[in-house]
């Protein structure tokens, strides 16, 4: 009885142990929504046409580009009918090509020359996501004088979607073996 309880909680370790460090073989910086930009405005254009990487369709509305650190950009576009796609640049130089392929396939697109999207001469990968930017109301408080003119102030980073369903499932396994251990304990009792 003792040593299958250990060798059932040895087994969940490494269960949990190694999901985690797949998970964590590339670490992707974080990239704040475009809904509370953060980061040194570095361009900003309110109409035109834009394009946006990966897709072949040319876009009409306003686009802002952020600085967040020398290796990443956000980009944000809204059209006119309140569709907004934010791109997260991400400058690739230290990483390997097995990470770019694993990004690759999570949904990131390569970019061999940064320049072609006016930024670095050197390779980025780059990730669409779609969000809601029309305006509702409301105004911003604050002056125009003040000493940080392009500069946002955002919220801290509470964590990320992958850490919710690492929680998420360590619970249910966690709860799992719970039963599993009551019903083992239960089914002993009875014999």
């Not at 690739?92 to 006016?118: C, H, M, Q």
């Amino acid at each position: 009885m003792f040593k299958k309880t250990i060798f059932s909680a040895i087994a969940l370790a490494l269960l949990l142990w190694v999901s985690t460090s797949f998970a964590l073989a590339v670490e992707i910086p974080n990239f704040p929504s475009c809904l509370n930009p953060q980061g040194d405005l570095k361009a900003s254009y309110s109409s035109g046409t834009h394009g946006v990487v990966g897709r072949t369709q040319s876009y009409s509305g306003s686009d802002k580009v952020y600085q967040l650190s020398d290796a990443t950009l956000t980009q944000c576009f809204c059209s006119s009918n309140g569709e907004g796609i934010q791109t997260n640049w991400w400058k690739t130089s230290g990483l390997t090509n097995d990470e770019v392929e694993i990004l690759k396939r999570s949904g990131w697109f390569y970019v061999p020359n940064g320049a072609l999207w006016g930024l670095d001469s050197e390779p980025y990968l780059a990730k669409n996501i779609e969000y809601s930017c029309l305006a509702i109301g409301g105004s911003v408080l604050g002056t125009s004088d003040s000493d940080l003119k392009g500069k946002v102030l955002g919220l801290a980073s509470t964590g990320s979607k992958e850490k919710i369903y690492d929680f998420w499932l360590a619970g249910l396994l966690l709860l799992t073996y719970g039963v599993w251990l009551k019903r083992y304990q239960l089914k002993k009792k009875s014999l």
